[in-house]
């Protein structure tokens, strides 16, 4: 007898596919579920689709790293920066190297990182010449 429910799954251990998990409440995993199983298609699939949807909705990648690098130099600037008041020698090669742990973590590529990184530093390099 074939499963009615069953679902052909994507190849999984390929190069360009990474796992991303969350913790989801179990209400929404059953209605996913129940819906992954109604449109005859994988989770993964489902998730696919969804992400795409969402970024195809948001800003474009240099919009974002830009943004970033923003609120990295405004945290730097406002609570970081080494003042005579204050007792810190977090040096600015350091901050830049918490931030690069903190992408990887995240699991940036990175490329994507070293972009990041270089734009905090040209804006970095602005603000010094003001």
């Known amino acids: 007898m074939k499963n009615p429910f069953s679902i ?23 209605r996913f579920t129940l819906l992954s199983l109604f449109y005859g298609k994988t989770k993964t699939k489902m998730v696919t689709d969804l992400i795409r949807k969402e970024i195809s909705k948001e800003e474009d ?10 609120r990295a130099l405004l945290e730097w600037k406002s609570n970081l920066l ?3 008041s ?18 990887l973590r995240r699991g940036l590529l990175s490329t994507t990182i070293s972009l990041i990184i270089k ?9 010094q010449k003001q």
Request: net charge negative; no cysteine; hydrophobic share 30%.
């Open 119 to 127: 734009t905090i530093e040209e804006k970095h390099e602005e603000d």
């Open 8 to 30: 052909p799954s994507e190849k999984k251990g390929e190069k360009n596919y990474q796992f991303i998990g969350a913790y989801v409440p179990m209400d929404l995993v059953e």
């Open 86 to 103: 204050k007792k810190t020698n977090l040096k600015f090669e350091k901050y830049l190297e918490g931030i690069k742990e903190f992408l």
């Open 61 to 70: 990648v240099e919009f974002i790293i830009d943004s970033l690098a923003e």
């Open 82 to 84: 080494p003042q005579k």
